[in-house]
């Protein structure tokens, strides 16, 4: 079996308390983190200033998903604040081949994803070129958003579709995961869960965390 990873997105997080909330997702795998422009998405998060803050204060690998306008302007700048991975949307760019390879350049996971209104033959072509594809549960823009149940027949295509490909590319599912639906999205084919709220919304990420993990069991 796939060992899963458990990304906490710190869009839900106290921002106020930055450092101590991400010391909470300590025993995560990676921190995701969730860059909005107010163009490509309805609504503006953060930007390379938050992320360089997130990465003095933590040790985990920072898993950046893009939800910009052309993505490829700024690659550089948010690898420079400290990316590990970068998630190029396909409908930000008309070059998602050549952000991707820029990523890889850059020395850095490169991942591509995808709206739930976006076919999955879009990502397609890029499959054998990243280390990370994304299905996008919600229509990105918020969090604490539910679950599109049809995610589930998107996750489990593109699972089958790196198989054959011999991809060792993680599969990573965002929006609405939570305790009750982590189990599906995993036998689904994820080897990476993002949840926000169902971390930082309730008693604190750490129990939020162990929630998650112990649903997984
Ligand atoms: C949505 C973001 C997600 C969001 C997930 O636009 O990409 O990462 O923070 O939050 P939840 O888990 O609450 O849906
Ligand atoms: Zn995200």
Known sequence: ARRI???????????????EELSAIAGADWAHVDVMDGA????????????????????????VHLMIERPERYLKEFAAAGADSLTVHVEATPHVHRAVQQIRELGKRAGVTLNPGTPLEAVRPVLGDVDLVLVMSVNPGFGGQKFIPHSLERIRTLRRWLDELGSEAELQVDGGVSPTNARAVVAAGASVLVAGSAVYGRDGAQAGLERLREALK
């Open 5 to 19: 990873k458990l990304a906490p997105s710190i869009l839900s997080c106290d921002f106020t308390r930055l450092g």
């Open 40 to 63: 490509f998405v309805p609504n503006i998060s953060f930007g390379m200033p938050i992320l360089a803050a997130a990465r003095r204060a933590s040790n985990l690998p920072m898993d």
